[in-house]
C-alpha cells in the first residue's frame, strides 16, 4: 500500500498528467455557462473587475469560460499537470497558467483573489497536506472574496479505493464545513446532486455518489458580535 504522506508526490508528478490524458477530451473548449461552477458563480454580483484563481484547474476551460463572461477580470490557473497548462496555454491565451498544487506554499499566487475556485480537488488531497491545502487556500483569497468548493458531498468521513492507480484514494466529505468552522467564512449558495456515475463510488449507494458546489464569502470583521465597552 502507497503511504499516505506519498499520495501528493504522485498526484502532483504523475497522476495530474494522467489524470488530464483520460479526460483530454472537451479540454480545450471553454466551460459553458450551464456548467456547476458558472451556475453557481451566477448567483453572485460581481464587480467588474477582479482575480479569480481556479485551482487544479487543468487546461483552464472553467477559468476562460468566467473570462468570456467577465472580460475584465485577470484569469489564473494553478494546475500540477505540465500536459493540461501546455494544453491551455495554447487554447485559451488570455488565462495566466502557474504549474504548482494546492498543497505548495511557495512560487505560487496565494494572494488578493477575489474568487478561488477549488473543483474537484480537495477529495485528492492526501490526509497529512490538507490542513496546509486549506492555509493556502485562506492566504489566496482576499477579505470579502468568494471561495467555491465543488467536491464530493458524503454524509460521514469516506476514503475510497482510487480506482486508477493502486494504493490511493478519493477522500470524501463536506469541505465546505472545514471553512466554515474558522468563523470566517459565511456559507451563501449551495447545491448538492447525485452523480449518475463516478468511478470512486459505490453505485449501490446514493450518499457515495453526492457531490455538492458551495460558496462561501470571507469576512475576517464582520461577523463578529463586538459587545461595546
Not at 494553478?78 to 487554447?91: D, Q, R, T
Request: hydrophobic share 40%; with cysteine.
Amino acid at each position: 500500500m502507497t503511504s499516505l504522506n506519498q499520495q501528493d508526490t504522485i498526484f502532483v508528478n504523475q497522476e495530474a498528467d494522467a489524470w488530464y490524458e483520460r479526460n483530454a477530451a472537451g479540454a480545450t473548449e471553454p466551460a459553458p455557462p450551464n456548467d456547476r461552477i458558472l451556475r453557481a458563480l451566477s448567483h453572485l454580483t460581481l464587480p467588474a473587475q477582479g482575480i479569480l484563481i481556479d485551482v487544479g484547474g487543468s487546461s483552464g476551460r472553467v477559468a476562460e469560460g468566467f473570462r468570456r463572461q467577465y472580460p475584465q477580470w485577470h484569469c489564473r490557473v494553478v494546475e500540477p499537470s505540465g500536459k493540461a497548462i501546455a494544453a491551455g496555454k495554447k487554447a485559451f491565451p488570455h488565462l495566466e497558467f502557474t504549474q504548482g498544487s494546492i498543497t505548495q506554499a511557495q512560487g505560487l499566487p496565494w494572494q488578493e483573489a477575489t474568487i478561488v475556485v477549488i473543483g474537484g480537488v480537495f477529495c485528492l488531497v492526501d490526509r497529512s497536506l490538507l490542513s496546509r491545502a486549506v492555509a493556502n487556500v485562506d492566504l489566496a483569497l482576499k477579505d470579502g472574496g468568494y471561495l467555491v468548493i465543488s467536491d464530493f458531498d458524503s454524509p460521514f468521513l469516506r476514503a475510497n479505493a482510487y480506482k486508477h492507480r493502486s494504493g490511493l484514494y478519493t477522500y470524501k466529505q463536506d469541505y465546505a464545513e472545514i471553512f466554515r468552522q474558522l468563523g470566517i467564512y459565511h456559507l451563501i449558495y449551495r447545491f448538492s446532486e447525485t452523480l449518475v456515475d463516478h468511478s470512486s463510488s459505490d453505485l449501490a449507494d446514493p450518499y457515495d455518489r453526492q457531490w455538492v458546489t458551495s460558496i462561501l464569502r470571507k469576512d475576517l470583521q464582520g461577523r463578529y458580535f463586538r459587545k461595546s465597552e
